[in-house]
């Protein structure tokens, strides 16, 4: 179950792209950012209203709500939409495949029981050589906007993970859809103004019927659908293994961007595929060993 929702994850988180290129001829960015998880707050508005799930109660609960939010939606999401008027998709999905690295170490300072070992060490290098690998002929640094695209790619990187470890250690007992619907009530406020004050009056923007189609697709599927799935999975299993769906991710948007919108395929994506493959075997599915059969919840 968890190696399928694995899986699922990362076709889901690969097929975004494509709608968020085609959404762009018509809505900009900040916009479209906005829109999409309006959709989706309002979707799981209605689904934690009839399935009556819990809210968060106490202000410890909502603290690391409105922190986690902030990160995974407000400077994740906003930086990476910044910086890719500056630099080319292809660089910023290896400077987003970081975030396996900063899991990493974030995992080790936070989650005891969750350890550097060199073969995690193996595994995140190899992946990231990988991304790299495929995306060579992109990654390139001509002015000073694009080392700022750069940056502000990494910081979105560690927000990221730094989400993904908070909500790991402190939000065991928040349900998925809460914990999402939460997060984007905090995180979304800047990133409206910020498309406001930028990108001025929404209304204005051609929605057409293929932007609504995307926005829709990238609400349900690419967010509500993505996140319930992958806070479900974070509880799981180590933090290390549901990040490494960062590496796999542009591996698979390249080969769906050549099956479906007839895109060039790098000649190097066999081989930065095969690395990839092999960084995710490392982690992924390699079997535990000399470990005795508990149940999770009485590890200390």
């Known amino acids: 179950m968890k190696i399928a929702v694995w899986l699922i994850l990362a076709f889901i988180w690969s097929t975004t792209w494509i709608f968020i290129k085609v959404g762009l001829d018509d809505i900009p960015p900040m916009a479209f950012a906005a829109a999409r998880f309006l959709v989706s707050v309002s979707l799981l508005a209605v689904v934690i209203k009839l399935q009556r799930i819990a809210m968060p109660k106490t202000s410890a609960e909502w603290k690391l709500i409105a922190i986690t939010g902030i990160l995974q939606f407000s400077i994740n999401y906003s930086l990476v939409f910044w910086s890719e008027q500056y630099i080319t998709s292809g660089l910023a999905a290896v400077l987003q495949a970081t975030i396996t690295v900063f899991g990493l170490i974030l995992a080790w300072l936070m989650l005891p029981n969750e350890r550097i070992t060199l073969q995690k060490i193996v595994a995140v290098s190899v992946g990231i050589i990988g991304v790299a690998v495929i995306f060579f002929d992109q990654l390139k640094v001509d002015n000073l906007m694009a080392f700022a695209g750069c940056a502000a790619i990494v910081v979105g990187a560690y927000a990221a993970a730094q989400a993904s470890i908070l909500v790991k250690a402190k939000a065991a007992d928040i349900h998925p859809a809460t ?122």
Do not use: H
């Open 179 to 300: 914990l999402v619907f939460s997060q984007m009530l905090c995180g979304l406020p800047a990133i409206i103004i910020y498309s406001l004050i930028r990108e001025g009056n929404p209304l204005a923007f051609n929605w057409s019927l293929k932007a609504v189609l995307c926005v829709l697709y990238l609400a349900v599927l690419g967010t509500v659908a993505a996140f319930w799935l992958y806070y479900w999975l974070l509880a799981k299993v180590e933090s290390t293994k549901a990040m490494m769906i960062s590496l796999v991710t542009p591996l698979l948007a390249v080969v769906i961007g050549w099956l479906v919108l007839g895109e060039t395929l790098p000649p190097q994506t066999g081989f930065g595929g095969l690395l990839i493959i092999a960084a995710i075997g490392l982690i992924v599915f390699r079997k535990r060993k000399n470990q005795p059969q508990v149940n999770a919840d009485t590890r200390k």
